[in-house]
C-alpha cells in the first residue's frame, strides 16, 4: 500500500474541533480491526489444553494447529496492499470483518483437528489484513495534527483486545465450573470461547459502512469530488482543498514503488539496512512474548495452578500489557526509541531469568514451591510490562521510520515478514520445548533477551526527531 508520509499544508495542520469527534470516531472504527487483531491472537490461549484433550495430539501437534494461523497472518500482511490499493480500504476491512466471522464460526464447530487448523488459518489471513489495513487507513483520514495521536488508536486496540479475549475466557470458564470441556450454551467451553469472536467480527464489519472511504484511494480512482467531501468531513471547512487535493496527488506522485531486488546489496545478500530491520524484528519475538498470549494458561497449569486461577493469571498479565504500551506510547517521543528499547531488554532479562530459576525447581505434590510460584508469576507480569513498554511499540516505530524512502515499503514488508516467521518457530517449538526442560526453554529466550542489548547498541541508530528524508 502507498505510503502516507507528505507533508501537511499549512491550512490542514488543525482539525476544527466540530469535526474532531467525528474523526476519532473513524479512527476507533478502523481500529476494530487491531481489537480483533488481539483478539484472535490471544483466545485460542483458553482452549490449548481442551484441544489437547479432546484430540489426544501431543505437544508437536498441538503447537502446530496454534500456531498455523500465522501462516494465514503472513499471506493476509503481504497481500492485504494491493487488494485496498485496488478495491479500496473500506472493502478490504469489510472482506476481513467476513472472514474473521467465518474463522470464529467454524473455529467453534470444527469436525476434527484438520478443519480447526483451517479456520485458524482463515482468521490467521483476517488478522495479517487488519495488521495493514488499520494503520494505513487511519493515517490517511486523520488530520496532520492528531495523526500521532489517532495512530496510537490500532495498537491499544491490539492489546485492549487481547486483555479482553482474556477475561471472557475467565468468565466462560468459571461459568463452566472450571472446566474447559465443560458444557457450556450446549458446546464444549473451548467452543464458545472461540465463537464468542463473532460479535466483534460483525461489529467491526458494521461499523465499516457507517466510515468514509480514505480520500488517497478516491484520488487514485479518480474521485475527485468524494475525496474532497471526506476532506471537509475530516478537516473542517477552513481549509482549502483544492490546495488539499494537488498536495496529496503530488505526494502519490513523488513516491517511487520499490521492490525486493531494490533491497538487494552488500556482503550478505541484502542492504545492512535491512538485516537491522530484520534483526529487530526477530529479536522482538524471540524473547518469547507470544508464549505469554498463547500459552499462558498451559504453562501456570503444567506447574500445578488451577485453570480458574490460571485464566485469572492470563488476564492480569494483559492488564500489565496495557499499561506498559501506555507508558511506551507517552515516552517514545519524549526519551527516545534507542533508550526505551534498552530500558526494556535489561528489565524483560531480569523477568525472564528469573522465570527460569523459579521454573528450574522441581513440583512438589505437582506444584511449583512457593516462593518460587510466587517468582515465577511475579517475574511473568515484569517481563510483559517491560516488553510493552519497549519493543512491543518501538519496533514497530523503528520500522517505519529507519529505511530510507526508496526502499521503505519493500524493506518493511520483508521486516514485517521475518516478525510472523519468528513469532511461527517460538509459537510451534514451545510446547515440545517445554516438555523437555521449562528452565532451559525460559534461559534461552533470556539469552536473546540479552543478545538484544548489544544489538541494538552496535546497530541500531537513533530515529527520535528526524524526517523520513533523512534516512539514509
Known amino acids: 500500500m502507498a505510503s502516507t508520509s507528505q507533508a501537511p499544508s499549512p491550512g490542514a495542520r488543525t482539525a476544527h474541533p466540530d469535526h474532531l469527534g467525528h474523526v476519532i470516531f473513524i479512527a476507533a472504527a478502523a481500529a476494530m480491526g487491531g481489537f480483533l487483531f488481539g483478539y484472535d491472537s490471544s483466545v485460542i490461549n483458553g482452549a490449548v489444553e481442551a484441544i489437547r484433550d479432546?484430540?489426544?495430539?501431543?505437544s508437536a501437534v498441538l503447537a502446530q494447529v496454534i500456531a498455523v494461523a500465522l501462516i494465514?497472518?503472513?499471506?493476509?500482511?503481504?497481500?492485504?496492499?494491493r487488494i485496498a490499493d485496488r478495491i479500496g480500504r473500506i472493502r478490504c476491512m469489510q472482506i476481513a470483518a467476513v472472514l474473521f466471522t467465518v474463522s470464529a464460526v467454524g473455529s467453534a464447530l470444527p469436525f476434527a483437528l484438520w478443519d480447526l487448523a483451517m479456520w485458524r488459518i482463515i482468521g490467521g489471513f483476517a488478522i495479517g489484513m487488519a495488521s495493514v489495513i488499520g494503520p494505513a487507513y487511519i493515517a490517511e483520514v486523520s488530520p496532520p495534527a492528531y495523526r500521532g495521536?489517532?495512530?496510537?488508536?490500532q495498537q491499544a486496540a491490539i492489546v485492549i483486545g487481547i486483555a479482553v479475549s482474556q477475561l471472557v475466557n475467565w468468565g466462560l470458564l468459571n461459568a463452566a465450573g472450571g472446566d474447559q470441556r465443560g458444557e457450556l450454551m450446549g458446546l464444549e467451553a473451548w467452543q464458545v470461547m472461540l465463537g464468542v469472536m463473532v460479535i466483534p467480527a460483525i461489529l467491526y464489519g458494521l461499523l465499516s459502512f457507517a466510515i468514509p472511504e480514505s480520500p488517497r484511494f478516491l484520488l487514485s480512482v479518480g474521485k475527485r469530488e468524494r475525496a474532497k467531501e471526506?476532506?471537509?468531513?475530516?478537516?473542517?471547512?477552513?481549509?482549502?482543498?483544492?490546495?488539499?487535493?494537488?498536495?496529496i496527488e503530488h505526494a502519490m506522485h513523488r513516491e517511487e514503488k520499490s521492490s525486493f531486488k531494490d533491497l538487494l546489496g552488500g556482503s550478505f545478500f541484502f542492504k545492512p539496512i535491512v538485516w537491522i530491520g530484520i534483526g529487530l524484528s526477530v529479536f522482538q519475538q524471540f524473547v518469547g512474548i507470544n508464549v505469554a498470549f498463547y500459552y499462558s494458561s498451559t504453562l501456570w497449569q503444567s506447574v500445578g495452578v488451577d485453570p480458574t486461577q490460571?485464566?485469572?493469571?492470563?488476564?492480569?498479565?494483559?492488564?500489565?500489557?496495557?499499561?506498559?504500551?501506555?507508558i511506551a506510547m507517552i515516552f517514545v517521543d519524549r526519551i527516545g526509541r534507542k533508550p526505551l528499547a534498552l530500558i526494556g531488554s535489561v528489565g524483560m532479562v531480569i523477568g525472564l531469568a528469573l522465570e527460569a530459576w523459579a521454573f528450574s525447581f522441581d513440583l512438589v505434590d505437582g506444584k511449583l514451591p512457593a516462593t518460587q510460584g510466587w517468582v515465577a508469576l511475579i517475574a511473568a507480569h515484569v517481563f510483559v510490562l517491560f516488553f510493552a513498554l519497549s519493543w512491543g511499540v518501538v519496533v514497530w516505530v523503528f520500522l517505519g521510520e529507519m529505511f530510507?524512502?526508496?526502499?521503505?515499503?519493500?524493506?518493511?514488508?520483508?521486516?514485517?515478514?521475518?516478525q510472523w516467521i519468528a513469532n511461527w518457530a517460538i509459537t510451534a517449538s514451545f510446547p515440545s520445548l517445554a516438555d523437555w526442560n521449562l528452565s532451559v526453554t525460559y534461559v534461552?529466550?533470556?539469552?536473546?533477551?540479552?543478545l538484544s542489548i548489544p544489538f541494538v547498541l552496535r546497530f541500531v541508530k537513533e530515529t527520535k526527531g528526524k524526517a523520513l528524508e533523512e534516512m539514509g
Open 54 to 58: 479432546r484430540y489426544d495430539v501431543g
Open 444 to 450: 534461552i529466550y533470556t539469552v536473546f533477551a540479552a
Open 310 to 326: 490460571s485464566f485469572f493469571y492470563s488476564f492480569t498479565t494483559s492488564i500489565i500489557n496495557i499499561v506498559g504500551t501506555v
Open 230 to 247: 471526506i476532506l471537509r468531513e475530516v478537516e473542517g471547512k477552513d481549509v482549502d482543498f483544492d490546495a488539499r487535493v494537488a498536495e
Open 404 to 418: 530510507p524512502n526508496r526502499i521503505r515499503a519493500a524493506a518493511l514488508g520483508v521486516a514485517a515478514s521475518a
Open 149 to 153: 495521536r489517532l495512530g496510537s488508536f
Open 72 to 81: 494465514g497472518c503472513a499471506i493476509g500482511a503481504a497481500t492485504a496492499g
